[in-house]
């Protein structure tokens, strides 16, 4: 089946700090990526929309300056969580798809701790 | 995208088979029903979709009514390992580069116990 990595699982680190969030598709081509946030015992919200080589539309409320997303490449999708505060604290989980009527793919998340 | 309610929990016993209902009254005709799952501190995981017909995998089986205004994902033998929050999502599947994500809901916590 479609295998969405991510990387890293887990990240701790102080506030102030930049982190990077890397999301590739193992064996198909990612025309379309998203990009996931969730806190606990809640569900997953839409942070934003990618497609490679396009700039990503964000959803209300969600800060295109802090939140850096790249898609340079049907395989692989960046999100760059800029001078991160501990309210970003939080489960950011990557999500890829091959085409319009394939479905969607997610990664394994990658846990954002900010101290 | 259409709304779907589901039960906000379910508990089923090991190695009996899991049925989980799913409300979208409002599906359109070109909207497919998707079922995901996710289990503590994972992404969430693909198990199955259509858009009429009943759908049957290695993992599920998806019965939709006739009207489309309902499905239940049907889980044969529910093991420990099935314990998860099951996701049912109504989307437009178009054969281009627009978004068409998935929205999630609250889903339903399945817990199966022994």
């Known amino acids: 089946g479609a295998v969405v990595s991510q990387h890293p699982s887990r990240v701790i680190c102080k506030s102030g700090t930049s982190v990077k969030i890397e999301c590739r598709s193992l064996?198909?081509?990612?025309?379309?990526m998203f990009w996931y946030r969730q806190f606990p015992k809640q569900s997953l919200m839409l942070m934003a929309t990618s497609n490679e080589g396009s700039k990503a539309t964000y959803e209300q409320g969600v800060e295109k300056d802090k939140f850096l997303i790249n898609h340079a490449s049907l395989t692989l999708s960046t999100l760059t969580v800029t001078s991160a505060h501990p309210e970003d604290s939080s489960f950011y989980i990557c999500s890829a798809r091959a085409s319009g009527n394939q479905p969607q793919h997610f990664g394994d998340g990658t846990r954002l701790s900010i101290l | 995208d259409a709304k779907t309610t589901q039960p906000p929990s379910m508990d089923c016993a090991e190695g009996r088979a899991a049925n989980l209902p799913c409300n979208h009254s409002t599906i359109s005709g070109n909207e497919y029903v998707y079922w995901y799952r996710q289990i503590h501190s994972q992404g969430p995981q693909y198990i199955i979709h259509g858009l009429k017909n009943n759908e049957t995998n290695e993992m599920a089986s998806l019965i939709i009514t006739e009207d489309r205004k309902s499905s239940t994902l049907i889980l044969p033998h529910a093991t420990l390992r099935d314990t998860a929050v099951y996701y049912c999502?109504?989307?437009?599947?178009?054969?281009?580069?627009?978004?068409?994500?998935?929205?999630f809901g609250g889903g339903t916590r399945l817990m199966v116990k022994p």
């Open positions: 064996d198909f081509q990612a025309t379309t």
């Open positions: 999502i109504v989307r437009v599947a178009k054969n281009n580069n627009a978004g068409n994500m998935l929205t």
